[in-house]
């Protein structure tokens, strides 16, 4: 008579266990973590892939803003402490691949000197992924002319963004790469036009020569292509011999 009763009270339990603790497991029964950390739920957004806040985007935009603002306001010490340790900084040059203390001890003589650089950001495009942040811009430099910077920020633990890369380069139009390319391997540059026909005139029989220390103007300008290495030196020099003058 009592095997019935335990049954009844059986399935009385697994009737309030479903009523009252709904998928709750019983006690002792293991517990499984979900994916993410989440015990028995859903798991938390992924940083790396949730959408960035606006506060986010306008935060990193930011510093990248006063990362330029700093170095053009030669604000030596602020500047370098916008860089996350550990911080690269590639310049224009295929050899300028720096470290911060590198970089500080490149740059120091400019920021001495009250004037460092100014980059103006033109435009930029950035993305954000947790406490990623990476970005390219188009930049306005009085130095560099166009010109092109890219780079990635870290959130610290104290919610700055910080510079772990910047990569600044001048972009070269495609058309004229193949000049740039024998230049950058050590080549000689793509020669320059010379005018066909360069008149190169006589002196007039009977002219006086040229007073002494008075070359005339061409003789000048002579020099001056003579020193540039341009192709119309030569042509520069025959006319100079001719009015008279000492090339």
Known sequence: MQRPYILHASALCLLLIAACGGDKPPPGAPIVAAPGGAVGGTPPLDPRTAAPSP???ARAAASVDRFHALAAAADEEAYFAMFDEGGVFLGTDGKERWTVP?????AHPRFATGKAWSFRSIHRDLSVRGDVAWFDEDLDTPNLGRARGSGVLVRSAQGEWKVAQYNLSVPIPNERFDAAKRVIEGG????VAVP????VPTAAPGAKPATPGTDPPICARAREARK???????????QCRASGGTP
């Open 55 to 57: 506060d986010d985007m």
């Open 196 to 199: 066909t026909a360069v008149p």
């Open 228 to 238: 540039r290495g341009s192709a119309a030196a030569a042509a520069l020099e025959a």
């Open 102 to 106: 590198q970089f500080r001890t490149y």
């Open 188 to 191: 000689a540059p793509a020669p």
